[in-house]
């Protein structure tokens, strides 16, 4: 029994981050070398089914869509880091300074993170990218701040938690600072159900670029972006499957690498939820 | 009863903040209804009668000041975008996405509870591992691009499903179905892997539970402890988690509403805020509110009457 | 397990249940016959108004072109014909404007047309006595006049040779009096189609005019206009035999050329990259001539439309007729070396850095600035691209006029006067900032000149000078492709937004 069960959490961990290291190599590949230049018209040949010359095809301009996919790869870590690290920084802080300090502050934030919650996120996002406009850094800056009520949810009741903690009660009594009891006691302490929380606003922050993608918004051309590549194979469906197939599959291979990133983390830190 | 007057005023004080931070964020969004409505040819002359007329050339704080006292006589004033009550626009939408939600709902319900019994009575074997990585990959498809496929797959292949647009029930009973069975398998296939991976851990948990144990020794069925006590004990929790869904679904329907050509609320929701439609929007968000507010009150509420230790502890469901 | 069954059979039940109840208030389950005299066409989107007073979107005259009717109507050629008035005259002077009103019309609602009723319209749109005008385009009206019943006369106050063009239904459709208050609610006029109802977001339905003015007309006995912004949707709906008349991207063409039925209709629309003339360096003439050699209109045209489009080389369109001056599409022929040396010569050896600002809502315009900034690379020109909502467009960019570079579509007017006004230096949507002396007087001169001939002659020149300035990138007249039901007949195109349905029938 024992054995499946460390096999089992094992296999989210092993394919989720052999998923993900396969997309950094990409990523990293692509800063120096792509097989064509990822912007370069080539119309006469456009939309070519996938080939020895071009892996997966060209798109409607005749670049070439692997190029494109491995260029992609610089866009998705790009939205997903910024905005995971707006979600991250404000959320912590935000959720921590609730759930420490409590009271009418607390109360007040608690009631706009549930008004924010439950408001649908992808209207938080369209109004957002209204005000500050579409475009790559526009974006992650919408959609981190769309991740920020839910971290902020999970730090306060982290915090919350740990405040009467006994080690923290020890800290106090030695004369440590907030600050410090804060960053040095509490933090580490609730580490990882924000880690479990980071990977899964990473998820969704891909999805959610897709999803404006979808509404015309999002990343912006020539940025080769997943989700606008995805929105614009849409139009070839039917007549050039092969150019959907590309940027679906390897949306739905990096979310599914960071849910079971995400997944295995929780296992491996909380073994009640097995 | 002071607990439930406490959740009470404080779901009206969420609907009210909701309701100023969409006031907020469209005070600094650029953009003019009426032109966006007429487009770039637009007759000045035009623009200015029908900015007049419908009271726009006043700054939104009034506007928002109007629309305000107007809901408190039960008006929500009228669309810019379609000329029409927005009490009316909504109460034609409201069905359409709520019946979707609740189909969403029903398909997730009759797959995960079943699967979750299933697996959780074979913990960490193959099938747990196939399933649980099958069901995650559902929830790592963009919804749109699944909507697409199921359509191209399905929709065309079969008659029975219509590509798009909405036929009421009224109208046909099957027709009705067959507009929406595909946006609600859409909807529903990312939100199953989140509750059967929950369903099967809280039935897990009860079954390592002394109780279960006891029960077993009097020598009752296998059967009998699985429905008859594990999932009434069970059944709190996994309430919750429909609770949870139920927002992630009414805001699935937003995008999938847009690729099936679904009148609902997504579709105009979309609209009014790409048309700066200001009374419509502040209508229908307050609306959404409501509805996954008012859905969540619900659930602490059975929370609170099926377990009565939780109305002792402070702040549940924060 | 049983009991999991049970759970099933449970759900099952209720099911049932829920379909009984809703089957209740079933009064006919979808008979689809077989001779359905009906069509679905699809829309975009939404109508702005359904008072075409108030509309202004040429999408939405697509539809309501078939419920009002104007004095005069746009022909399929683009010439103007006799609608409501069934004949005209025009003094000498050019300032008085006589019309016969057609006996025997009825409004949707059972009452005649009278002169009153058009006294009204015009009344209505002028803001007479409210003092809100709907349009500004009848403030060279001296006085309108109803000697008789069967006469209207407007008089104006400037000869105008483009005034014709205003008395269409899509700048003056012809209202009932006795509707007034009620346009946009309960539509009447008097066209082939009467108003049914309308659904936001969903369709607006039209049912047959028993009464329609030309006999015999229209065979349908009703048309659907469903609104449907998604394209894939559209096309897939089309292939399941949902609609009947959807227009296809030129992408998808071979879909669809074995089963349908395309029309392929000049658009007269003119697709451009503009700039902003009064911002460095489109100041300089050399810099836009330069970048007119630079972009590959082919390349742009075979990338955007799959080669389902027209060349342009001014603001005008071939639709447009005699007025339209041929051979203009090739005065820029690409040419990186000879844009190099232009920019060289203003001063921009080593191009520049630019931003092309754009609108969302169509990808048309993604599509294109791809190509154009592919095209000035080549050259030197580092352009980025700038995507916003229509709205932040429409605000920043064509009222505000901050920005660099953008590309639009403009769709087809009936009146050249119309159609390049825009370039007039005082302007109010002359947001190219584009100032020409020349170029402004030939249009106050086009505009009193009653000779055809020399008004020709005038639209030419004014051509060459949008040309020679390179006042802006004229890219293409896109054709817009209708994939018919093939059983349908009798579907004209006209070189504006008309879905003209009163002659559509099915063929037996």
């Known amino acids: ?274 | 009863m002071a607990y439930f007057v406490r959740r009470l005023s404080l779901l009206m004080v969420t609907v009210f903040l909701v309701s100023f931070i969409t006031f907020a964020v469209f005070q600094i969004i650029p953009g003019d209804p009426i032109r966006i409505m007429l487009g770039p040819e637009a007759d000045e002359a035009r623009v200015e009668t029908l900015e007049q007329q419908l009271g726009l050339d006043q700054p939104l704080i009034t506007q928002y000041g109007n629309w305000m006292s107007g809901v408190f006589t039960g008006d929500l004033g009228d669309s810019i975008r379609f000329s029409r009550p927005v009490s009316e626009l909504i109460a034609d939408r409201l069905p359409v996405t709520l019946y979707l939600a609740f189909l969403s709902i029903a398909i997730v319900i009759m797959v995960t509870i079943p699967l979750g019994i299933y697996i959780a009575k074979r913990p960490n074997t193959l099938q747990d591992l196939v399933l649980s990585s099958v069901t995650q990959v559902g929830m790592a498809i963009p919804s749109f691009w699944l909507g697409m496929l199921l359509m191209l797959g399905l929709g065309m292949t079969f008659q029975f499903f219509s590509i798009s647009g909405y036929v009421p029930w009224s109208e046909s009973i099957t027709g009705a179905f067959g507009s929406l069975l595909l946006p609600a398998i859409t909807i529903a296939i990312p939100q199953i892997a989140i509750s059967f991976r929950y369903i099967r851990n809280t039935i897990l948990e009860q079954l390592q539970l002394d109780y279960v144990r006891t029960i077993r020794s009097k020598g009752i069925t296998e059967r009998a402890v699985m429905y008859k006590h594990v999932l009434r004990n069970a059944m709190i929790p996994i309430l919750t988690v429909f609770g949870l869904i139920f927002a992630e679904v009414v805001a699935g329907t937003i995008i999938v509403e847009q690729v099936f050509g679904l009148p609902g609320f997504g579709s105009l929701l979309i609209t009014s805020i790409s048309y700066r439609d200001f009374p419509l929007i502040q209508g229908i968000v307050m609306y959404i509110t409501i509805v996954v507010v008012v859905i969540n009150f619900v659930i602490d509420m059975l929370y609170a009457i099926l377990d009565p230790r939780i109305r002792l502890g402070e702040g549940v469901g924060q | 397990m049983r009991t999991f069954y049970k759970f099933l059979s449970l759900i099952g039940i209720l099911m049932l249940i829920a379909i009984f109840v809703s089957a209740c208030s079933d009064n006919e389950v979808g008979d689809q016959a077989e001779d359905r005299n009906e069509v679905n066409v699809r829309i975009n989107n939404d109508p702005d108004f359904l008072d075409p007073h108030m509309a202004e979107a040429s999408i939405t005259f697509q539809m309501l072109l078939n419920i009002y009717d104007g004095l005069l109507v746009g022909d399929t050629d683009g010439s103007l014909k006799p609608a409501l008035a069934e004949d005209y005259r025009i003094s000498d002077d050019g300032l008085t404007y006589t019309f016969t009103i057609r006996g025997g019309v009825t409004f949707h609602n059972g009452d005649p047309l009278t002169v009153e009723d058009i006294q009204y319209s015009f009344d209505r749109l002028m803001g007479t006595e409210t003092g809100e005008p709907l349009s500004s385009d009848f403030d060279n009206i001296a006085s309108l006049d109803t000697p008789d019943d069967k006469t209207f006369v407007i008089t104006l106050k400037e000869p105008n040779s483009a005034f014709l063009s205003y008395l269409t239904a899509l700048n003056s459709a012809i209202l009932p009096k006795s509707n007034d208050g009620k346009h946009n609610e309960q539509p009447i006029g008097t066209g082939a189609f009467a108003f049914n109802s309308y659904n936001p977001e969903n369709n607006l339905v039209l049912d047959k005019n028993e009464n329609y003015w030309k006999d015999g007309l229209p065979y349908l006995d009703k048309v659907t206009f469903t609104f449907q912004p998604d394209d894939q949707t559209a096309l897939l709906s089309l292939q399941a035999g949902e609609m009947d008349i959807v227009a296809v991207g030129s992408h998808r063409v071979p879909e669809v050329e074995d089963q349908f039925n395309l029309e392929y209709q000049d658009s007269n629309s003119v697709l451009l990259v503009g700039y902003n003339q009064e911002r460095e360096p489109f100041q300089d003439v050399r810099v836009r001539q330069a970048i007119n050699y630079a972009v590959n209109k082919d390349d742009v045209i075979e990338a955007a439309f799959s080669g389902y489009a027209t060349k342009l080389g001014s603001n005008m369109s071939p639709a447009m007729g005699d007025v339209f001056k041929a051979g203009l599409e090739d005065t820029y022929k690409r040419d990186v070396e000879k844009a190099k040396a232009l920019l060289a010569e203003a001063g921009y050896a080593d191009g520049f850095n630019t931003t092309i600002s754009i609108s969302s809502h169509a990808a048309l315009y993604t599509n294109v600035a791809q190509v154009v900034v592919e095209n000035l690379k080549e050259v030197g020109i580092q352009a980025e691209i700038e995507v916003v909502e229509w709205g932040v467009w429409l605000e920043r960019v064509y009222q505000g006029r901050d920005y660099d570079l953008t590309i639009i579509d403009f769709t087809g007017v009936l009146s050249p006067y119309e159609t390049i006004n825009r370039y007039v230096s005082d302007a109010g949507n002359n947001f190219f900032n584009f100032s020409h002396a020349e170029y402004d007087q030939l249009m106050d001169e086009v505009l009193t000149e009653s000779n055809p001939d020399r008004q020709k002659e005038i639209y030419y020149r004014l051509q060459e000078i949008l040309s020679e300035e390179a006042a802006a990138v004229y890219l293409a007249d896109y054709q817009i492709i209708w994939a018919l039901n093939p059983k349908l007949e009798g579907y004209k195109l006209y070189p504006y937004f008309y879905h003209d349905l009163s002659e559509v029938k099915y063929t037996e």
């Open chain 1, 1 to 274: 029994m024992k054995q499946i069960q460390r096999h089992g959490k094992n296999i989210n961990l092993v394919i989720g981050s052999s998923i993900l290291l396969v997309f950094l190599l990409m990523m990293v590949v692509s800063f120096f070398y792509t097989p064509y230049d990822v912007n370069a018209m080539d119309i006469a040949n456009k939309l070519q089914p996938p080939s020895a010359e071009h892996w997966f095809g060209t798109d409607e301009f005749g670049r070439d869509i692997f190029s494109r996919i491995m260029v992609g790869t610089q866009t998705a870590f790009f939205v997903g880091t910024v905005s995971v690290g707006i979600g991250m920084i404000f959320g912590v802080l935000i959720g921590g300074f609730s759930g420490y300090f409590g009271g009418w502050i607390d109360e007040i934030i608690m009631r706009i993170i549930d008004a924010l919650m439950a408001f649908p996120g992808i209207i938080l996002a369209l109004m957002l990218v209204a005000v500050f406009g579409s475009g790559m850094v526009n974006t992650s800056i919408a959609l981190g701040l769309m991740a920020i009520p839910g971290i902020a949810r999970i730090a306060r009741s982290g915090f919350l938690q740990s405040k009467d903690a006994e080690y923290v009660h020890a800290a106090r009594l030695m004369g440590q600072s907030q600050v410090r009891i804060m960053t040095k006691h509490i933090l580490p302490n609730v580490m990882s159900p924000l880690i479990v929380a980071a990977s899964i606003a990473f998820a969704v922050a891909l999805l959610a670029e897709a999803g404006l993608s979808y509404l015309g918004l999002g990343v912006q051309p020539p940025d080769p972006s997943w989700g606008r590549m995805l929105k614009d194979s849409q139009g070839y469906l039917a007549s050039s499957p092969w150019y959907t197939y590309a940027p679906g599959v390897v949306i739905t291979l990096m979310v599914l690498g960071f849910y079971m990133l995400s997944n295995a983390i929780r296992d491996i830190s909380d073994p009640r939820s097995r």
